[in-house]
């Protein structure tokens, strides 16, 4: 799919490209420069190429090439279908050059992009002015709308247009402000009908005044909002599948309440920006069956001034979700060790363990040192004649970026115990887990010895993933 992006540098760019061409002057003995003959198939398929990913030429400099090329690339739809408008309010030609590249995708469906300019660069921008870019694409013609740094008042401004939309085939919706998080009227029409719309994303907004189908939503992003919206945006999006959450601002003193979902089946929390987790406190997603947390910045938890620990628990919001998690991923986090083990002693089905660059502290010291991670966990993972492990199904685990003060040897008896160390299956072993990795730091944290890597040799034999560095 081609990209067009309507703005001064990208043009620029394009004609720079084409003017070197046209300059070159190798004198009068110079050979004609011919084009090699390809068949249009495979011509349409380097225009494909050539007008995408990120150092995308557009399909109007293939048309300068040559006569040949221009009709090719001016006949092809699906060269024209993807549009990335950059506005520039004192350039009105970009209109024009969108309603021709418009026409050259014919019926085909359109993934718009619209960015506004910064608030800087659209001073005393009037109501009609906001309206013009999303009033001329065709409504019906949309599958994928982006709307980036929308303008204040940019909803009560859409809302006032007498006919926007219908937009029938719309499955993708995204919205973002840079002005502050903007109060569109929930009573606004806004986007009209949109009864193909499965997914939706929403930046800097208050998003339960965004008049949406909630019901008919199956994935929603929400960036820079607070648990009681995200307790809410529950509320109405009953069928919700999936919901990534990222920078929940913190609310002080204040819990939402507890919402019980019984659709959602994954969850994505990032928060780089504080400390904010109450939202665990309210959730009860019995049908959840993976989790993604990603909970800080790296240097967040680094330096003597890192400041005090928020002791981060989601005990109470698995245990009384009572949820069948199958994967479970904590990336960038500061961890105890006997809490961590608590929830996986919850959790016999999950299949699928990731731990990555995360920090562990003292539970009875929260405010001390960070200290390397001990041996309990790998050693309750492994199976013992005294004990069957926690963990029963793991399929896949990894772990990497963690000061540990055990040696590769732990990691090696836990897959001696679920392995052998032969080329045959341990007898009445359990060989679900089929992929480790484990890169660990620390001063006991060595290579492995000679005899090790030929049993680390034995097991990828039987097709079993194995990284230990």
């Known amino acids: 799919m081609a990209i067009l992006e309507i703005d001064s540098d990208h043009n620029n760019r394009d004609l720079s490209k084409t003017n070197k061409r046209e300059s070159l002057d190798l004198g009068a003995s110079t050979m004609e420069f011919q084009l090699p003959e390809l068949p249009p198939e495979l011509?349409?398929?380097?225009?494909?190429?050539?007008?995408?990913?990120?150092?995308?030429?557009?399909?109007?400099?293939?048309?300068?090439?040559?006569?040949?090329?221009?009709?090719?690339?001016?006949?092809?739809?699906?060269?024209?279908?993807?549009?990335?408008?950059?506005?520039?309010?004192d350039r009105d030609v970009q209109f024009s050059l969108l309603e021709g590249w418009i026409n050259r995708a014919g019926s085909l469906p359109l993934s718009v992009t619209i960015t506004y300019p910064k608030p800087e660069k659209r001073r005393h921008l009037g109501h009609a002015k906001q309206m013009e870019p999303i009033l001329a694409?065709?409504?019906?013609?949309?599958?994928?709308?982006?709307?980036?740094?929308?303008?204040?008042?940019?909803?009560?401004?859409?809302?006032?247009?007498?006919?926007?939309?219908?937009?029938?085939?719309?499955s993708y919706l995204h919205v973002s402000s840079t002005?502050?998080?903007?109060?569109?009227?929930?009573?606004?029409?806004?986007?009209?009908?949109?009864?193909?719309?499965?997914?939706?994303?929403?930046?800097?907004?208050?998003?339960?005044?965004?008049?949406?189908?909630?019901?008919?939503?199956?994935h929603i992003y929400l960036g820079w909002i607070y648990p009681y919206e995200i307790c809410g945006v529950l509320g109405r999006a009953t069928n919700l599948l999936s919901l990534d959450v990222s920078a929940v601002y913190e609310e002080p003193n204040s819990t939402p309440p507890t919402e019980t979902h019984q659709t959602l089946r994954r969850l994505t929390f990032s928060n780089q920006t504080s400390k904010e987790y109450s939202l665990f406190k309210s959730l009860r997603l019995p049908e959840l069956g993976s989790l993604e947390l990603r909970l800080t910045q790296p240097d967040h938890l680094t330096g003597e001034d890192r400041g005090p620990l928020r002791v981060f628990?989601?005990?109470?919001?698995?245990?009384?979700?009572?949820?069948?998690?199958?994967?479970?991923?904590?990336?960038?986090?500061?961890?105890?060790e006997p809490r961590l083990l608590l929830w996986l002693s919850i959790l016999?089905?999950?299949?699928?363990?990731?731990?990555?660059?995360?920090?562990?502290?003292?539970?009875?010291?929260?405010?001390?040192?960070?200290?390397?991670?001990?041996?309990?966990?790998?050693?309750?993972?492994?199976?013992?004649?005294?004990?069957?492990?926690?963990?029963?199904?793991?399929?896949?685990?990894?772990?990497?970026?963690?000061?540990?003060?055990?040696?590769?040897?732990?990691?090696?008896?836990?897959?001696?115990?679920?392995?052998?160390?032969?080329?045959?299956?341990?007898?009445?072993?359990?060989?679900?887990?089929?992929?480790?990795?484990?890169?660990?730091?620390?001063?006991?944290?060595?290579?492995?010895?000679?005899?090790?890597?030929?049993?680390?040799?034995?097991?990828?034999?039987?097709?079993?993933?194995?990284?230990?560095?």
Not at 201 to 211: E, G, K, Q, R, T
């Open 43 to 89: 011509l349409f398929e380097i225009f494909s190429f050539a007008t995408s990913g990120e150092n995308a030429v557009t399909p109007f400099l293939l048309g300068k090439i040559c006569h040949e090329w221009r009709g090719l690339v001016f006949d092809s739809c699906p060269l024209w279908q993807t549009i990335d408008l950059k506005l520039e309010y």
């Open 137 to 170: 694409i065709p409504s019906t013609q949309v599958s994928s709308l982006s709307m980036n740094d929308v303008p204040h008042d940019f909803f009560g401004a859409l809302a006032a247009q007498s006919k926007v939309g219908p937009w029938p085939i719309l």
């Open 179 to 218: 002005e502050g998080d903007e109060y569109p009227d929930e009573d606004d029409p806004v986007f009209g009908e949109m009864p193909a719309l499965r997914s939706v994303s929403i930046n800097y907004l208050y998003v339960l005044s965004v008049p949406l189908p909630w019901s008919q939503l199956l």
């Open 313 to 336: 628990d989601i005990y109470p919001f698995l245990s009384e979700s009572g949820c069948r998690l199958v994967e479970l991923s904590i990336d960038d986090g500061a961890l105890a």
């Open 348 to 469: 016999p089905t999950l299949r699928t363990l990731r731990l990555s660059n995360n920090k562990w502290y003292d539970e009875d010291n929260p405010e001390g040192a960070f200290l390397p991670l001990g041996p309990d966990i790998f050693r309750k993972m492994a199976a013992t004649p005294s004990h069957n492990p926690i963990l029963p199904f793991l399929e896949n685990l990894t772990f990497e970026g963690s000061q540990v003060s055990f040696s590769p040897d732990l990691v090696m008896n836990l897959l001696h115990s679920r392995w052998g160390d032969d080329g045959a299956p341990k007898e009445g072993g359990d060989v679900s887990l089929r992929s480790v990795v484990c890169k660990a730091i620390g001063p006991t944290w060595t290579h492995l010895n000679e005899e090790q890597k030929l049993i680390v040799g034995k097991w990828k034999g039987r097709r079993f993933r194995v990284d230990i560095q």
